[in-house]
T-cell receptor
Framework: SQTIHQWPATLVQPVGSPLSLECTVEGTSNPNLYWYRQAAGRGLQLLFYSVGIGQISSEVPQNLSASRPQDRQFILSSKKLLLSDSGFYLC???????????FGPGTRLLVL | KQEVTQIPAALSVPEGENLVLNCSFTDSAIYNLQWFRQDPGKGLTSLLLIQSSQREQTSGRLNASLDKSSGRSTLYIAASQPGDSATYLCAVRGLRNQAGTALIFGKGTTLSVSS
């Protein structure tokens, strides 16, 4: 069976500090991978998606970046966090060509 | 640009009631629609997925309908239970979506079922 992991579960960071959130998927190969953010009072917003190693597409201009160094690893990063980066970050995957998306447990980020 | 709206934003019902959650989308050119459940502080769990060619999907006490031409979907929950308390999210994938199979989400309906 497939599982998706995210860590850390919770993170409190000062403004201007760097960020690295990790997402890994087990039990499948060559998945589509996604990073979403859920901010207070707003719906989930797609930040990045990847259809393969080293292939990253961004949906919105922002302070964040993403990388996919391995087939089942997706990393969300920032060099300098902003207050507005606070939120709940969700990683998701689905099989190429199949539509159901499976979500990870999420990382709650608070920037102070 | 696709927009997804969910009404109501919050709903409180006593245990045992049947209820309907509503979702509307502005662009009817969708590939499919998916309903998710999110418990507080947790990730999303997929409940039902309806392809654009389908009218409804059922799973246990849940029934989701899709009227693509009018841009609407409903999630019907029969005989509600306290364990159904959660936020329910509706999401669509558009035909013209450039982001692979990414989804456009509504803000959700937060359901509270009291015993």
């Amino acid at each position: 069976s497939q599982t998706i992991h995210q860590w850390p579960a919770t993170l409190v960071q000062p403004v201007g500090s760097p960020l690295s959130l990790e997402c890994t998927v087990e039990g499948t190969s060559n998945p589509n991978l996604y990073w979403y953010r859920q901010a207070a009072g707003r719906g989930l917003q797609l930040l990045f998606y990847s259809v393969g190693i080293g292939q990253i597409s961004s949906e919105v201009p922002q302070n964040l970046s993403a990388s996919r160094p391995q087939d089942r690893q997706f990393i969300l990063s920032s060099k300098k966090l902003l207050l507005s980066d606070s939120g709940f970050y969700l990683c998701a995957w689905n099989r190429q060509g199949l539509e159901t998306q499976y979500f990870g447990p999420g990382t709650r980020l608070l920037v102070l | 640009k696709q927009e997804v709206t969910q009404i109501p934003a919050a709903l409180s019902v006593p245990e045992g009631e049947n209820l309907v959650l509503n979702c509307s989308f502005t662009d009817s050119a969708i590939y499919n629609l998916q309903w998710f459940r999110q418990d507080p502080g947790k990730g999303l769990t997929s409940l039902l997925l309806i392809q654009s060619s389908q009218r409804e999907q059922t799973s246990g006490r849940l029934n989701a309908s899709l009227d693509k031409s009018s841009g609407r979907s409903t999630l019907y929950i029969a005989a509600s239970q306290p364990g159904d308390s959660a936020t329910y999210l509706c999401a669509v994938r558009g035909l013209r979506n450039q982001a692979g199979t990414a989804l456009i989400f509504g803000k959700g309906t937060t359901l509270s079922v009291s015993s």
